[in-house]
């Protein structure tokens, strides 16, 4: 029998009609046996999120001032959710146990814990499912990491003595016991150890978006919903900026071969958007999978006549970054010039430092750094077997009037990289949308 791993997001737990919609969905298939929730988020638009009053309530707490109206408010959703759900439970010990602790200087992480905990305990309550802590079971080491083969074995452990449990997001434990939480977003990591934990074979993500988008709806209007994406086109799209999943949530489902499905609370019947290891479909409609792009970089040229036949050029170079503690996106190079794209905003306060190193090292004829470059990444694992898709992005780009500063293609021909001139930006990514989907 098939075992499914379901992570709900904050805005599909944020009140009790969404508390029901989730329990239809977990009822409506017995291998749904895993619950993964996140802390209650927003209502509506200028709502609060719960982990982020959670947040300010240790703010407060530390500059010795009132935590009792934030406090509440947060008491007040938790509350509201057990009182329209007729659920038998009371989280009033639990409530004050948080106030103490945090008005006794409690540690950040456990106090932005206790959103997904409180959670926790309510959906286990409401489904009628066992109730897990991950304090218990996810582990980090000494340095802060996450330590994924000692969770591994411990969590798989519990899990099999549990048939149905809700095990809340976002947090484990520190060797020494206390509580630390992964970054923001990080139930979907929980979610994804879980999947590989108990060996399942889907883990889905349940969130307020029918999946992922071919591109930012911000900038393109409608864009279709992705149906199948590798996670390595992911990898390449989320690295530009795309986000509905956490980049780590990737990995231990992916090490364990295991797909994910994001999906959407509030549209059940959308089959949403497919992960997976390789896909099996030849080529996808519009060849590419989706566009993704960032803006602020800035291009550092540094040119010197013979560089190709002078040993360790790029080496000194790449030395000289790493003086500055500057990390690297690109490297497009020339015959006689070596160009490295950086992020603008790690170079600030830095620029002569670095212009000085780089002249150190490497002795060039001249050098520049130019700003204002925006990256597009156009990803598809299609890209592969089509031929003319560089050209096509090319024509789009030269038939509207864009000059392309730069161009990176991976050897997998997975994705090709433009750069544009900041002002470009937008409309860049409209041609190339319209030339593969509209
Ligand atoms: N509640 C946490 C946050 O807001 C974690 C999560 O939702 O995944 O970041």
């Known amino acids: 029998m098939q075992l499914k791993v379901l992570k709900f997001g904050g805005s599909s737990l944020a009140d009790a009609a969404h508390f029901r919609m989730v329990g239809e969905i977990v009822r409506a298939e017995s291998c749904r046996r895993y619950v993964i929730p996140s802390a209650p988020g927003k209502r509506?638009?200028?709502d609060d999120k719960v982990t982020d009053l959670l947040y300010k309530c240790f703010e407060l707490a530390l500059a010795d001032k009132e935590i009792d109206e934030t406090f509440e408010k947060i008491e007040?959703?938790?509350?509201?959710?057990?009182?329209?759900?007729?659920?038998?439970?009371?989280?009033?010990?639990?409530?004050?146990?948080?106030?103490?602790?945090?008005?006794?200087?409690?540690?950040?992480?456990?106090?932005a814990?206790?959103?997904?905990?409180?959670?926790?305990?309510?959906?286990?309550?409401?489904?009628?499912?066992?109730f897990i802590d991950p304090q218990k079971y996810i582990f980090f080491r000494e340095d802060g990491n996450f330590d994924s083969e000692k969770t591994n074995i411990i969590l798989s452990a519990i899990l099999k003595e549990h048939y149905r449990a809700v095990i809340p997001g976002f947090y484990g434990s520190m060797p020494n016991g206390t509580i630390k939480t992964f970054s923001r977003g990080g139930s979907d990591i929980t979610g994804s150890i879980v999947a590989r934990a108990v060996n399942a074979d889907l883990y889905e993500n349940w969130t307020d978006v029918s999946g992922f988008l071919m591109a930012d709806p911000r900038l393109i209007e409608?864009?279709?919903?992705?149906?199948?994406?590798?996670?390595?086109?992911?990898?390449?799209?989320?690295?530009?900026?795309?986000?509905?999943?956490?980049?780590?949530?990737?990995?231990?489902?992916?090490?364990?071969?295991?797909?994910?499905?994001?999906?959407?609370?509030?549209?059940?019947?959308?089959?949403?958007?497919?992960?997976?290891?390789?896909?099996?479909?030849?080529?996808?409609?519009h060849v590419i999978t989706g566009?993704?792009?960032?803006?602020?970089?800035?291009?550092?040229?540094?040119?010197?006549?013979?560089?190709?036949?002078?040993?360790?050029?790029?080496?000194?170079?790449?030395?000289?970054?790493?003086?500055c503690e500057v990390c690297f996106e690109h490297l497009p190079s020339g015959i006689d010039t070596?160009?490295?794209?950086?992020?603008?905003?790690?170079?600030?306060?830095?620029?002569?430092?670095?212009?000085?190193?780089?002249?150190?090292?490497?002795?060039?004829?001249?050098?520049?750094?130019?700003?204002?470059?925006?990256?597009?990444?156009?990803?598809?694992?299609?890209?592969?077997?089509?031929?003319?898709?560089?050209?096509?992005?090319?024509?789009?780009?030269?038939?509207?009037?864009?000059?392309?500063?730069?161009?990176?293609?991976?050897?997998?021909?997975?994705?090709?990289?433009?750069?544009?001139?900041?002002?470009?930006?937008?409309?860049?990514?409209?041609?190339?949308?319209?030339?593969?989907?509209?």
């Not at 006794?104 to 106090?111: E, F, P, S, T, V």
């Not at 305990?121 to 499912?129: E, Q, R, T, V």
């Open 222 to 285: 409608n864009p279709r919903v992705i149906e199948t994406i590798t996670y390595k086109e992911l990898r390449e799209l989320s690295y530009m900026g795309a986000t509905v999943l956490h980049e780590d949530a990737i990995f231990p489902v992916r090490y364990a071969g295991i797909p994910i499905n994001i999906r959407n609370t509030n549209r059940p019947d959308d089959k949403g958007t497919m992960i997976v290891a390789h896909s099996t479909e030849a080529i996808s409609e």
């Open 44 to 46: 509506f638009s200028e």
């Open 338 to 438: 070596m160009s490295v794209v950086v992020n603008s905003k790690d170079i600030i306060g830095k620029r002569d430092f670095l212009l000085t190193e780089i002249c150190r090292m490497t002795e060039p004829d001249a050098i520049d750094i130019e700003d204002s470059l925006a990256l597009i990444a156009v990803v598809g694992r299609s890209m592969v077997k089509a031929k003319g898709t560089a050209a096509r992005i090319f024509r789009a780009l030269a038939d509207a009037s864009i000059n392309i500063k730069m161009i990176d293609q991976g050897s997998s021909e997975l994705n090709i990289i433009v750069g544009v001139d900041d002002a470009d930006y937008v409309k860049a990514l409209q041609c190339i949308y319209n030339e593969f989907v509209k």
């Open 291 to 323: 566009i993704a792009g960032k803006r602020g970089f800035s291009v550092v040229t540094v040119e010197k006549d013979m560089m190709n036949s002078e040993i360790g050029f790029g080496r000194r170079l790449l030395e000289a970054l790493e003086k």
């Open 76 to 111: 007040n959703r938790y509350r509201s959710i057990i009182e329209e759900l007729g659920l038998d439970l009371s989280l009033e010990k639990e409530f004050e146990t948080i106030r103490t602790a945090i008005l006794h200087c409690a540690g950040r992480d456990y106090i």
């Open 113 to 130: 814990s206790r959103g997904e905990y409180l959670n926790g305990i309510i959906l286990a309550n409401y489904l009628g499912f066992d």
